[in-house]
Every structure is written in structure tokens, then in C-alpha cells.
């Protein structure tokens, strides 16, 4: 039932639902007051220099919507938003033509990752999580007191002292529809992230008999096609006590404290005329003349919150809206923030910038959002097999101050050549972020690229340029990134795998200390401390040609010297951790690795009885396998697997994520979740959740 409602500057709420005290940013972006009098700039999303990037607020919601107008239809196409004119979509037609590791997550090295919240010392591990103390949504969390888990439409509360199932919580009829649950978690509440809605942001093109295409199950016009958030209190049996739904899909969450902030990104919501029989020019026109008629409805994102039995709509207002010199009209990026110690979840207060963000890290005291167009030109410079222009090969960063309570303030921005891996290719240490970027094609026969680190600093309103160093592995692609101090890691790979070591005390010359070749690469680099550094990756021939999964320790405490002392493969294996990080555990205590394993094919690991053998011949098995790693090398420890619910010894589901408590591995699946000694290795206890 919708209650009755008061009109708030930017949004509608339902009276009795009070506002979050934790304010939102947008895209990184926040809103500065005060505006320009130029004209519409050219209409593409293009990172310019640094001291270009300006973010104002439109005078007025007419003047809003008129250049929003101007510079949709410069970028419109005969097929509408997206890859040489057609309609860009979220989710599952993400990025053609690059693989993302974009909830890969990393460390900045100041302090180990396994020292994120709640690991050495406390008796529990954390989410391997980028920054110690911001934590990231993940599908697991503990507090070693409970560990919560979202799986196929339903949230989990074990108790890890007894080992029960102590609650279980419906979010979804019939699951998630294919769309992964994620959480957050801080004392009696869980925030829970639905990436729900489908794929597309756009309203799918009309045939010219004037029927809708839109394949079954797509959103209808008046849908709210997003991410739903779902706040659950856990004093008890969990239950939800507020829900938050918004137009879009989810780009990322970060959480440090109470205050989570929450990144969304959109599109207009424009039908597309479909005319298969109308030229190019043809298809443009009309797509014009579509955004002729559109209104400023038709952009700005729309919201609904319940609680308390009580629904409100709301719609980002046109003063909460601001936009960088350039942008395309084609999307728009909105940060919520909420408190989770709040009595409600609230309406987020968002706010809302005219750009795209694919990328997001956060320090804690500050947050970065980052973007690239690398999903409009790449589709059709892969077709074509051509390099891509400088122009578009950059990648937008926005920096925001986040160390107070309230709004997020926006302080910086700047443009690098180059795109980003995932997260791990920013790294903020003694007041510079350092930025790990390729550029150039690296794709064909004959691949032009190379990868660069920038060193910039905050001077005012942009982040300068003050040291950087290029021409690392050309022709190849960064394929990992970590920044531990002073030092940079930089993995590329096309036949074989260079780890550079780079020096970056020195912000204004940075330079390569070391480099090491050898087969293979290195997707995840994981501090291991005293000059040790792990790595997860794929072993390859002296061609490329990947061989399986394979586990690497590095020596890099001389920086000129970097070697490794000993390699585990594990033929015609994959690992969940080499896309990501949130499933790789390191426990130092006991000097323990833990990685999930996907194999294909009798043979798993070199030493007999290391890992159950069971199931078909040529399909495939699912362990998580535990490592005890010195400088002697690795040395198995022992693997566990999950029967699925069907019981069958042959059917084993994938491993997930795993987390200590207590002295007791527990290792999750979509099957359930299962205790296993870490003295012993010896199973203690299992709980079935399918």
C-alpha cells in the first residue's frame, strides 16, 4: 500500500520514512553548485586533461534537458546508444571484447589483505577485500560470531560455535532469476545487493507494424529494471525492515563503518524505432526524432523504498544532477548512500552525474570512480582489426573526499591514456594515486599495445600529472596489478609473463627496477609478506597456450631480482580466484592458501590422494584446495568438496568462497556450507542450503 507523500527537493517520500543521515555522491561525482553559461561540448564521454574537468549543475531543468537533447543526438546512431550506434547494455552484453575483472579485488600493501577486517589476531578472516577497513559486497560474511550467506534467492545464518543453521530468510520467489546476491554486513544488519532487472537499460526497439519486441520476461515501460537493495535485521530470525529499487544496474558498493555507499549506473529510457528496410541515415533520423520528443522524465533515474509496509516512488530531481565538460547524454551514474545503523533503510539520497563509471575504489577517506568508453569502440575495432584512436582510448578518474560522515565532497579529476584492468590498477599511497593502465591494439596478428603506470596527485580541482613510466610489456595486456608501499607489480602476458617491479617512492621518476619472465601469468598478486608475493594465474606453453591453473611464489625482496621459488599447477584447472579475489584466503597464522578449482578431465593434481578423484571421466570436479606455503614451496594440506543435492558422489557443486573461524575452514557453495578442522582437515560438520 502506498502511503501518502511529501515533496522533497529531488525525490517523493512517503511520510514516516525518515531520511539517512549518510548522503550520496554520483559517480564519484559530487554535485558543485554553480553553473556555465557555454555552449553543449562535443557530445561523447571523452576524457580530457585534467584541468578541463569541471563539474557544475545546470541552471535550470529546461536548460537541463535541452542539452541533454543536443548531445544525445549528436551521439545517437542508426541503432541507437551504444557500439558504433547501437543500444548499449548493462549486465549481460557487458563490455565486448575485454575481459573485466571489475569485483576483482586488491590491496594497496600498506597492510596485507589478510589483515582486512577481522583476520589475523580476531580468530576469523574477512572478504579479501581492496583496502583494509572498506569493506566490499561479497556472497559470505562473518563477524566470527555468525557467518550470513545469500544463495538462489535466500539468505542463511549459521552459527560457526555449534554449526546449526539458526536462520534462513526468503528474498526472491523462485531465486534470483540468474541474477547474483551479494551482501554487507555491520552488527544486527545486513544490506543485501540483488543485481536484478534486466540486462538491457534501455527500453528494447519497436517493430515498424508498431508491436513491442522485447524477448519474454523483459521489464514493462512503467518497471523499475535495477538493482534491488534489501535491508535484514538479524537481532532474531532475519527479516526485512526496508527495500530500495532503482532504475539501472549496479556497478559496485562500498562500505566503511555504518555508511555504505552505492554506485549505479543508466541510460535514458528511449524506444528506438526499428525499421529494417530504412537506410543508415534513415535509422538516425528517426532515433532524432525520438529524442526531439523525449522529456527530461525519460533520463533522470527513478526509485521506490518500502518500509514499514509503506511504498514510496521517487525520481532523481534535475538539481541533483551535474555534468562534467564533455559527456554523451547516453548515461548517467548515481551514488546512493545509506546507514545501516539507520531504524530504516531509506531513500539513499542520490545524487546523479552525466557520465559512465565502470570502476570503483575507495581508500576509505576517499573514493575514486573511474570510466573508459572502451564498450562503444571496441565491438568495432576488433571486427575491423584496427587500433583504437588515442582519443578514446583514456580513462576518466573522479576523486571524492569520503572521510566525514556526511556528503561525499568532490575534489579532483583527470584523464590517463590507457584502460584499466579492475580496481587493482589504482592505488592511492603518500598522497598519489598510482594508475596502471594498456593501451594500443591487442588484438590480431600483429598487436600494437603497451601498458603505462601514472603517478598523479591532487593540486586544487585536478589530479596533475607528476611521474610515469611506458613501454611495459608491448604487445601484451596487463593481466594483474598490486601496489604494495612504495613498489608497483605489474603481470603482463600474450606468449609468456613478465612481472615488472616498480619503483614509485620517488612519485615524479618512477622507474622498473626488475624483471622476471617466465610461462604463464598471474590474474591475482597477493602480499605474503617478507619479500614474498603470491600469485594465481594460468601456466601456458612457450606459445600462450594456457595449461591450467597454476600457484606461484614470488621472491621479491630485491626489487632488481624478482624470481620465483616454486609453482603449483594443476592441469586443465580454472579457479574463481583468477577473476575474483573475493575467493582466494589467505590465512597467515597457518600460512595457508585456499582456492577454489574447477578441472577437467582424471587428473588433478600431481600428488596422489591431494584432491578426491571422484566423477566422470572428462567432466568436470569441483575442490576447494588448501596450500601450506614456505619457502620450501607449496605443499598440499588436502581439498574439500560439496555434493550437490542430489547426494551423488559423481556430482559435486563448485566451491565458492572460503573463510576461517576458529580454527575451522568453512567452505561455501550454492550446495551448502561445509566445517572442516584446519588441524586435521577432517569434516565436522555440513550444511546443506539447496
Known amino acids: 500500500m502506498t502511503g501518502s507523500s511529501v515533496h522533497v527537493p529531488g525525490r517523493t517520500a512517503t511520510t514516516g520514512i525518515p531520511r539517512i543521515a549518510g548522503l550520496a555522491l554520483v559517480a564519484g561525482l559530487a554535485l558543485v553548485t554553480g553553473c556555465t553559461a557555454e555552449p553543449v561540448p562535443p557530445p561523447h564521454d571523452r576524457a580530457v586533461s585534467a584541468g578541463a574537468f569541471r563539474l557544475v549543475a545546470f541552471d535550470s531543468c529546461a536548460e537541463a534537458l535541452q542539452q541533454l537533447k543536443t548531445a544525445a543526438k549528436t551521439s545517437v546512431g542508426p541503432w541507437g546508444f551504444g557500439p558504433n550506434g547501437g543500444i548499449r547494455t548493462f549486465g549481460w552484453a557487458e563490455k565486448s571484447g575485454v575481459m573485466r575483472a571489475d569485483a576483482a579485488s586488491g590491496a594497496n600493501g600498506q597492510v596485507p589483505l589478510s589483515a582486512a577486517p577481522g583476520a589475523e589476531g580476531s580468530g576469523y578472516s574477512g572478504t579479501n577485500t581492496h583496502e583494509a577497513g572498506v569493506d566490499e559486497p561479497d556472497l559470505v560474511k562473518t563477524d566470527g560470531k555468525r557467518i550470513v550467506t545469500v544463495s538462489r534467492g535466500a539468505l542463511y545464518v549459521i552459527d560457526p560455535a555449534t554449526r546449526r543453521l539458526t536462520g534462513k530468510l526468503k528474498l526472491a520467489p523462485g531465486g534470483f532469476g540468474g541474477a547474483e546476491g551479494s551482501l554487507l554486513l555491520q552488527g544486527d544488519r545486513a544490506l543485501v545487493l540483488l543485481r536484478e532487472g534486466w540486462g538491457p537499460v534501455v527500453k528494447p526497439a519497436v517493430p515498424e507494424g508498431g508491436g513491442r519486441f522485447a524477448p519474454p520476461g523483459a521489464p514493462k515501460p512503467d518497471d523499475i529494471p535495477g538493482p534491488r537493495l534489501i535491508m535484514v535485521d538479524l537481532s532474531g530470525q532475519p527479516k526485512t525492515i526496508g527495500e530500495y529499487r532503482i532504475d539501472g544496474n549496479l556497478v559496485d558498493a562500498r562500505q566503511v563503518g555504518a555508511t555504505v555507499r552505492v554506485v549505479v549506473r543508466s541510460a535514458p529510457r528511449l524506444t528506438f524505432p526499428y525499421q529494417e528496410r530504412a537506410t543508415d541515415e534513415q535509422r538516425t533520423a528517426a532515433a532524432r526524432e525520438i529524442i526531439d520528443h523525449a522529456t527530461l522524465d525519460d533520463w533522470l533515474p527513478r526509485y521506490e523504498v518500502t518500509a514499514g509496509g509503506r511504498t514510496s516512488t521517487g525520481q532523481v530531481g534535475c538539481d541533483r544532477v551535474s555534468r562534467p565538460a564533455t559527456y554523451s547524454g547516453a548515461s548517467l551514474v548515481t551514488v546512493l548512500s545509506f546507514d545501516l545503523g539507520a531504524a530504516v533503510l531509506g531513500a539513499g539520497d542520490p545524487v546523479t552525474v552525466l557520465a559512465d563509471g565502470d570502476t570503483v575504489y575507495s581508500t576509505g577517506p576517499r573514493l575514486y570512480v573511474a570510466n573508459d568508453q572502451r564498450w562503444r569502440v571496441l565491438p568495432m575495432l576488433t571486427a575491423r582489426n584496427a587500433a583504437p584512436d588515442p582519443k578514446d582510448e583514456t580513462t576518466e578518474i573522479y576523486q571524492f573526499d569520503t572521510s566525514g560522515p556526511g556528503t561525499p565532497r568532490y575534489v579532483a579529476s583527470a584523464s590517463v591514456p590507457g584502460w584499466l584492468i579492475n580496481q587493482y590498477a589504482m592505488s592511492e599511497w603518500d598522497g598519489h594515486l598510482r594508475v596502471a593502465t594498456t593501451s594500443g591494439r591487442t588484438w590480431g596478428a600483429k598487436p600494437d599495445s603497451m601498458s603505462s603506470v601514472y603517478v598523479l596527485r591532487a593540486d586544487g580541482r585536478t589530479l596533475t600529472r607528476v611521474g610515469k613510466i611506458t613501454g611495459l610489456g608491448k604487445g601484451e595486456r596487463i593481466h594483474a596489478v598490486r601496489f604494495v608501499g612504495g613498489t608497483g607489480y605489474v603481470v603482463t602476458f600474450r606468449q609468456t609473463d613478465p612481472l615488472y617491479t616498480v619503483d614509485l617512492r620517488e612519485p615524479a621518476a618512477p622507474k622498473v627496477s626488475g624483471e622476471l619472465k617466465i610461462n604463464g601469468?598471474?590474474?591475482?598478486?597477493?602480499?605474503?609478506?617478507?619479500?614474498?608475493?603470491?600469485?594465481?594465474?594460468?601456466?601456458?606453453?612457450?606459445?600462450?597456450?594456457?595449461?591450467?591453473?597454476?600457484?606461484?611464489?614470488?621472491?621479491?625482496?630485491?626489487?632488481?631480482?624478482?624470481?620465483?621459488?616454486?609453482?603449483?599447477?594443476?592441469?586443465?584447472?580454472?579457479?574463481?580466484a583468477e577473476f575474483d579475489p573475493h575467493a582466494f584466503l589467505y590465512w597467515p597464522a597457518e600460512r595457508l592458501v585456499v582456492v577454489p578449482l574447477t578441472v577437467y578431465g582424471p587428473s588433478i593434481v600431481g600428488s596422489p590422494g591431494a584432491v578426491d578423484r571422484r566423477g566422470v571421466a572428462g567432466g568436470p570436479s569441483n575442490v576447494a584446495l588448501a596450500l601450506r606455503v614456505d619457502d620450501g614451496g607449496f605443499t598440499e594440506v588436502g581439498a574439500v568438496s560439496h555434493t550437490q543435492a542430489n547426494g551423488s558422489p559423481y556430482d559435486l557443486a563448485p566451491i565458492r568462497r572460503s573463510l576461517v573461524v576458529d580454527g575451522v575452514l568453512w567452505t561455501v557453495s550454492d550446495a551448502g556450507l561445509k566445517a572442516t578442522s584446519l588441524a586435521t582437515m577432517k569434516t565436522l560438520g555440513w550444511l546443506r542450503t539447496a
Do not use: C, W
Not at 536 to 562: C, H, M, N, Y
Open 521 to 576: 601469468y598471474s590474474a591475482y598478486l597477493h602480499p605474503a609478506g617478507d619479500g614474498r608475493l603470491l600469485g594465481v594465474g594460468q601456466e601456458a606453453t612457450d606459445r600462450g597456450r594456457v595449461q591450467g591453473t597454476q600457484l606461484s611464489l614470488f621472491d621479491v625482496s630485491d626489487p632488481a631480482k624478482p624470481t620465483r621459488i616454486s609453482q603449483y599447477h594443476v592441469k586443465k584447472g580454472q579457479s574463481e
